[in-house]
């Protein structure tokens, strides 16, 4: 009976999943801050009190208050507009590039998985040696190598540096799934390898994919903020967090510490949203 | 037995919920059952009908989200429902024990086994030392030949009847007053089962101790209980003694479930299987009247309304029903199919040789050892025709129908023909036409059915690929097939998830008969459903191949099963047919001596008994089979047969014993007979 119980559970219906999800309060908190950024990201202009570029000389590096919220920084601009207006940037490079990544990797993963043997182990072994990659490292070097930083670079590291960890999740997905006689049956239809893995073995392993991206998504806005930051990551001059922590942390000291607060409580508000929702989502599909 | 009157364990209008997404549904209802001290009590019925909760109730360890709603638990005499945890624990640790169905999960496997049993030895006061002595005592109690090296290993290191056995120790070591055996033998093999069933039996005469069995296999509970307990939806419909009620039967339901199995002795050709209609009520569905009125064709407005109370058929035997006097007459239900079947290209006539399989071999090399799993094996099939493939687990049964279906490539000199035509070895080099005329239908439709796909699009998409039809006329050709496979058309839309058991195996049907095949090979088709299912899908087989002529490979550990279907039957033994002929032959004898053992172990559902033809050991491993016939070190008729050094040295041949009978043995036909009359 237990056995019987515990069976039904794991086939529980989709809808039903996202029934138990959206009674799960980790998910609605982290999807409502989740929500309120990419709304921002979207609508920045409507939420923002200022234009990013707009300067008060009147009162640079004014303290929190009713007219600033969030105080002005050092050129007087207001840093609540700012990170506003600052989410679109870290929202859209971070999204990005963990699509790639896990585009990349589930098409590898998927194949790996499925074909096992040689072509599985060289796979692997290729994608352990980029996965032993630092990030920053390279980043630095692509910002040498053509003289500015440049998002699209960003973007393409990231997600390249994600492969590995994207496909190794989904390989050992596709290596319990492809075991099972429904993919034996498919064979026994005269069905192409490409019609098995994405139209018969992927939709089966998408509810492993969709958490491991959103896990990925967290690891990616810390990687883009860490890159903007270093003046690694974005074209210079761009009103994102990264760089507005990194134009204004110095001030620290001279205790102007609101230009560096603002922009970091971002930076986690969102990371800490988005492991909230994969945290969630773990446990509804059980995986 | 014991002298005294109060019974070891008695639940009385014992009532249980489960409380499932916020909402209690009821899975017991007036449950009233004893047993004395000594007595096997045995509790039999369908997945689902709360068999287990009966047990965890018993030994209050009901999951979390379950609760005892109403009614007494009775141990010795004491109430056990309103007693804390610490009593409950100490209960468990002292007078009452469970074994569970696997073995293996049951089992710490990080922990040694002769540690594992010496732990509840200590738990009830041992010393160390004291302890490892009294385990392995116990494993010499449970007849395992050398124990003290039983002790060191682990878990995986035991096989599936061994492991048993370490639980059953383990159950027995705190000398408990009852025993709840929940599906103790399920999943272990036949002969396995036969050991295990006859160490229980033993144990029980020995100590004493009370039995709580529960089983879905009505063999089983005839051989080992003495009383007898039918439960249906969370209700008990039938009790009595074991011989009582199985010889009259006087619940619809029990009547139902014991026509539902092929008996020893039935046969396709010439007996239909009955059904019972429908399906089992849900969990925590709500009645009025008889919990079994929908299912039941004794139904009259009273069942509908009224919920009957137990009458006494006859002392203490009685049963929940209105009508139990009419129960035994109850009219047969025989459900007919409404398949299409379609014109197929092939010039066979029933009988004709249809798929030769000749010199078929398969060597898998795992750590570096080569292990020989399918050995030299040859059969053929006629059209129209089933061949029954039997044998233990491991005796490779399912590698073979993988080589016929080209999903695993033979080892060079294994050839397949179909038709005459020469078959490839692997599927991506043979034809459409070659792969639509070999299907499977698999054990398990939950893995075997894509659980994203639609139940239309399983079968349609198959129908296309197979046949070469438009989108559109393979989801035309995909509703007539669900349909004729009685699959109603408002489940054509649905998920697997959505489907039962039962339904889930005729959409793997359908999908199987999608591409017109000429051989169907089906592996343990019914052995995850319940009897009454299994009739329902063992009689549309049949009369599948009826209008057909489809030819089946039916590969199955159920005996009867195998027997009711079969025209021919091979007998599977390390990778070796060592026995193979007419169903008539293999079942009546002479046997082969591996089949001999194999029939004797069977618990017989009629309560006849025979003498059980042991196996002594274990099954060999395939990658270091004995010298000689790879039997000789299990036989039970080497010795005294006269030809014990041939046995040993010399692999026997598959010869020809008599016209269509085959057997690999060096003891000759008629000293065979002579051994076994």
New interface residues.
């Given amino acids: ?5 515990s ?1 039904q559970t794991k ?3 989709l809808s039903e999943r996202l029934a138990v999800l959206k009674k799960n309060k980790a998910f609605i908190i982290g999807a409502s801050i989740l929500a309120f950024w990419v709304f921002s990201a979207i609508f920045g202009k409507l939420v923002a009190r200022y234009d990013q570029d707009f300067a008060d000389y009147e009162s640079i590096s004014s303290s929190p208050s009713l007219k600033y919220w969030f105080g002005t920084d050092s050129s007087g601009r207001d840093v609540y507009s700012r990170v506003i207006i600052g989410s679109r940037i870290i929202i859209v490079i971070s999204f990005l590039a963990t699509l790639l990544g896990a585009f990349v990797g589930a098409s590898l993963g998927l194949t790996a998985g499925y074909l096992k043997g040689r072509f599985d182990m060289v796979l692997m072994r290729i994608l352990e040696a980029i996965s032993a990659i630092p990030v920053i490292i390279i980043a630095l070097l692509a910002v040498a190598a053509i003289g500015r930083a440049s998002s699209v670079i960003t973007i393409l590291i990231i997600g390249i540096i994600f492969t590995p960890n994207v496909a190794r999740t989904v390989r050992a997905a596709v290596l319990g799934e492809s075991e ?3 993919v ?8 192409k390898t490409a019609h098995i893995l994405f139209r ?1 073995v992927l ?2 392993v998408l509810p492993t994919l969709i958490v491991e991206f959103t896990v990925r998504l967290g690891y990616a806005i810390f990687a883009v903020a860490t890159l903007s930051f270093l003046g690694a990551g974005l074209e210079a001059g761009s009103p994102d967090w990264g760089t507005q922590v990194a134009d204004t942390w110095s001030l620290i000291f001279s205790e102007i510490w609101w230009p560096t607060l603002f922009p970091s409580l971002a930076i986690a508000s969102i990371a800490v949203s988005i492991n909230l929702i994969s945290d969630a989502l773990l446990e509804v599909f059980e995986l | 037995m014991s002298t005294t009157n109060i019974p070891t364990l008695e639940l009385h209008d014992l009532e249980v919920s489960y409380t499932v997404r916020g909402i209690d549904r009821q899975v017991l209802r007036d449950i009233s059952f004893s047993i004395a001290p000594g007595e096997a009590y045995g509790l039999v019925g369908e997945s689902g009908c709360g068999k287990s909760t009966v047990a965890f109730a018993a030994m209050r360890y009901l999951p979390r989200n379950g609760k005892i709603t109403g009614g007494e638990i009775f141990f010795e005499g004491k109430s056990i429902v309103e007693i804390d945890e610490g009593d409950v624990a100490q209960l468990r640790r002292s007078a009452i024990s469970m074994v569970y169905q696997n073995p293996s999960t049951a089992l710490n496997p990080t922990i040694r086994i002769g540690k594992q049993i010496a732990e509840v030895f200590e738990l009830n006061g041992a010393s160390k030392s004291e302890a490892i002595e009294r385990a392995q005592a116990a494993l010499v109690q449970v007849q395992i030949s050398d124990p003290a090296q039983v002790m060191r290993r682990y878990a995986h290191q035991l096989s599936g009847g061994m492991a048993q056995r370490v639980v059953i120790a383990m159950a027995l070591a705190s000398n408990p007053r009852l025993l709840v055996m929940d599906e103790p033998t399920t999943g272990l093999d036949a002969t396995v089962e036969a050991e295990v069933l006859d160490l229980v039996r033993e144990l029980r005469r020995d100590t004493g101790t009370a039995v709580l069995f529960i089983s879905h296999n009505l063999g089983v509970i005839r051989n080992m209980c003495d009383r007898v307990g039918v439960l249906y939806a969370g209700t008990l419909v039938e009790q009595g003694a074991t011989a009582d009620l199985f010889n009259n039967p006087s619940h619809p339901y029990t009547v139902g479930l014991l026509r539902c199995i092929p008996r020893g002795g039935l046969h396709k050709s010439t007996d239909r299987l009955d059904t019972i209609p429908g399906t089992p009520p849900a969990l925590g569905t709500k009645f009025d009247g008889c919990v079994f009125a929908a299912r039941c064709a004794l139904v009259d407005d009273k069942c509908r309304t009224q919920p009957p109370q137990m009458v006494t058929i006859d002392g203490a035997h009685v049963a929940r029903c209105f009508h139990s006097d009419k129960a035994g007459s109850l009219p047969r239900s025989v459900e007919q199919i409404e398949y299409v079947p379609e014109a197929k290209g092939h010039s066979t006539k029933v009988g004709d040789t249809l798929l030769d399989i000749s010199h078929l071999s398969k060597v898998f090399t795992q750590d570096g050892h080569r292990i020989r799993v399918i050995n030299d094996v040859s059969l053929t099939l006629g059209v129209g025709e089933t061949l029954g493939l039997v044998g233990e687990s491991g005796s490779g049964k399912t590698t073979i129908a993988k080589l016929v279906l080209g999903l695993v490539e033979p080892e060079d000199g294994g050839i397949i023909t179909l038709d005459g035509k020469g078959l490839a070895k692997t599927l991506n080099r043979r034809d459409v036409q070659d792969i639509g005329g070999i299907q499977i239908v698999f054990q398990n439709p939950d893995q075997a059915l894509n659980r994203r796909h639609s139940v239309t699009r399983i079968v349609g998409r198959a129908v296309e690929r197979l046949r070469g039809f438009s989108a559109q006329s393979s989801i035309k050709r995909a509703h007539e097939l669900l349909l004729g496979m009685r699959v109603e058309a408002s489940l054509h839309g649905a998920r697997p998830v959505q489907l039962s058991g039962g339904l889930k195996q005729r959409v793997a049907i359908a999908r199987a008969f999608a591409g017109a095949p000429q051989i169907v090979l089906c592996d343990e088709p019914t052995s995850a459903l319940d009897v009454s299912v299994q009739a329902a899908i063992l009689n549309l087989l049949v009369d599948l191949q009826k209008q057909d002529q489809t030819s089946f490979i039916f590969i199955s550990h159920d005996l009867g099963v195998v027997r009711y279907i079969s025209d021919r039957i091979a007998v599977l033994y390390l990778g070796r047919v060592v026995e193979f002929g007419t169903s008539q032959r293999v079942f009546n004898g002479p046997f082969h001596p591996y089949t001999e053992a194999l029939l004797s172990s069977v618990p017989n559902i009629d309560g006849s008994t025979r003498k059980r033809i042991p196996l002594t050991g274990v099954v060999p491993s395939p990658s270091k089979p004995p010298s000689g016939c790879v039997l000789n070190p299990r036989c039970p008729r080497k010795e005294g047969s006269g030809y014990e050094a041939l046995c040993e040295t010399e692999e026997p041949n598959l010869t020809e014993v008599e016209p269509g009978h085959f057997m690999r043995c060096h003891v000759p036909m008629a000293k065979l007979k002579q051994l076994q009359s």
Avoid at chain 1, 1 to 5: A, I, V
Avoid at chain 1, 184 to 191: H, V, Y
């Fill in positions: 009976m237990t056995d019987e119980t069976k086939q529980m219906e099972l006689e429904y034996a049956a498919a064979k026994l239809r005269t069905e018969e939709p089966n």
